[in-house]
């Protein structure tokens, strides 16, 4: 068998890709015992596949004492993608201790793959109040980062901070914030602070965030998610048209019914009023059927073929 220094060795030195993998594993295997000259290869590898396999068998064998010299190495190695795998490494050693060295990359690195990284570490550590504060960072993608974050850990604590970034001028860091409602209102069920973000987020000037306040309408359901989406029909953008049509379906309120036979009946683009007619459909209500019927008989073609669709998939009628 290899001693522990030539199978670090073969991490950085040798051309087999899988003879690196093999000396990787075994390091993991032999465990604790092979720490100290990982931290020094992590450390002083002349080579950046030796210095970033070593922070991957750090990260599998999990030794708390490996944070410190990760952490070091995020802040300071010249190579991205050690520093990618270092943040990683932290993530899958699990200690709490790192959180603070993640938060500096998240901040102050220039790859956006180590800042993503870290972010992803964040989140998988249940650091919220950690990502709460960078909602305060000067860099709109720390920011944005962080809103997703935040979202995927369903942090109710950080819907009013949220809500605030609704007024960035950053685009992407307000199409996040919406979506971030949507999430909240999927799992913690509806809530009033966030609907009423939702609703400033459809009086916003970019169509992007608008489509996503619609999306996220959608996971909300009930009257008042209906009637925020009804008035988007008439947004200037076609693409929030599209997007409100296809949510009053998702929402199912019957209150849609007569504004989406208009839209099917109108002047629209042809796709609009398409899905308008499987919305139709989605509401699941009777009076529907003739106004399909109708649609069947006398629409354009994209309009016709969801108009059938719709009858025969939910009202199972046969046209």
Request: proline content about 2%; hydrophobic content about 45%.
């Amino acid at each position: 068998m290899d001693s522990i220094s030539e199978l670090v060795h073969k991490l950085g030195h040798s051309d087999d890709y899988f003879e690196r993998q093999k000396a990787a594993w075994a390091l993991v295997k032999i465990g604790d015992e092979t720490i100290d000259a990982l931290f020094e290869a992590l450390e002083n590898g002349e080579f950046s596949d030796l210095r970033y396999k070593a922070a991957w068998v750090l990260g599998k064998i999990g030794n708390p004492k490996a944070v410190e010299p990760l952490a070091k190495s995020i802040q300071n190695d010249s190579d991205y993608v050690v520093r990618e795998w270092c943040a990683a490494a932290l993530e899958t050693i699990g200690d709490t201790l790192a959180i603070p060295y993640l938060v500096r990359a998240m901040q102050n690195d220039s790859s956006k793959d180590v800042r993503l990284r870290a972010s992803v570490a964040l989140r998988n550590l249940g650091a919220a109040e950690a990502l709460m504060g960078l909602l305060k960072a000067s860099e709109p993608e720390t920011r944005g980062m962080a809103v997703t974050g935040l979202a995927k850990l369903k942090c109710e604590a950080a819907l009013g901070g949220v809500a605030c970034l609704l007024a960035d001028d950053d685009v992407e860091v307000r199409r996040r914030c919406t979506a971030f409602m949507g999430d909240i209102i999927s799992q913690q069920g509806v809530d009033s602070q966030a609907i009423e973000s939702l609703a400033k987020a459809l009086r916003d000037s970019e169509p992007t965030v608008r489509t996503e306040a619609l999306k996220s309408l959608g996971k909300a359901r009930g009257e008042q998610a209906c009637r925020l989406s009804l008035s988007a029909l008439k947004d200037e953008d076609c693409s929030v048209r599209l997007t409100a049509v296809t949510t009053l379906g998702e929402i199912g309120n019957v209150a849609a019914l007569d504004p989406l036979v208009e839209v099917m009946f109108g002047q629209d683009e042809e796709e609009i009023r398409a899905w308008a007619a499987w919305s139709l459909g989605e509401l699941g209500d009777a009076r529907a059927a003739d106004h399909l019927m109708k649609a069947y008989k006398t629409c354009p073609m994209e309009v016709m073929k969801k108009a059938k669709a719709s009858l025969e998939e939910i009202f199972g009628v046969k046209v």
